[in-house]
């Protein structure tokens, strides 16, 4: 018997994030006294540094959270509860529009790279089971992996 999963595309993710970084950023940056903390989808604190490090960021870490300095302005990455989600608030504004746009480019790589670090994390413990092994792997159009895994 064989199973079939894909790693969903990027598209699901987004969709699954609740509302898209840009408006909400765009909502909470109207006036720099009313700046509210924005509720992230980033939840694994490895993968968000890794993304704000990619995305050519320095990231300045203090206690669990990060802090990162754009064109646009600052934004301080924390969490309200031990192992919730991140929120971002932005703080040394200079270009309000911009800062929406960096809110975009992060969430989608950062969903990139959750999805990396599960397929990478699957794979690993198909190689470590006796009962399954990794039948085929196909990379779709949409880049969406399929793997067949044999029971």
């Known amino acids: 018997m064989s199973v079939v999963f894909t ?5 699901i993710a987004l ?3 609740g509302i898209p970084a840009v408006m909400a950023m ?3 940056l109207k006036k720099e006294k009313e700046i509210e903390p924005l509720e992230t989808c980033f939840a694994d ?3 968000l540094r890794k993304t704000l490090q990619e995305h050519g960021f320095k990231v300045e870490e203090k206690n669990g959270e990060f802090t990162v300095v754009t064109n646009a302005g600052s934004i301080r990455f924390f969490r309200k509860e031990e ?4 929120f971002a608030l932005p703080f040394d504004l200079k270009e309000p529009d911009e800062l929406g746009n960096y ?3 992060l969430e989608e790589e950062y969903l990139l790279n959750v999805q990396k670090s ?3 994390r699957l794979k690993e413990q198909l190689q470590e089971r006796q ?3 990794l039948e085929e792997e196909i990379v779709l159009e949409d880049d969406t992996i399929m793997l067949t895994i044999q029971l």
């Open 7 to 11: 790693a969903t595309s990027l598209a």
């Open 131 to 133: 009962d399954m092994q």
């Open 118 to 120: 599960n397929y990478q």
């Open 83 to 86: 192992n919730g989600a991140y």
């Open 45 to 47: 604190s490895e993968i």
């Open 15 to 17: 969709a699954v994030s």
């Open 103 to 105: 809110a975009d480019e």
């Open 26 to 28: 765009g909502l909470c």
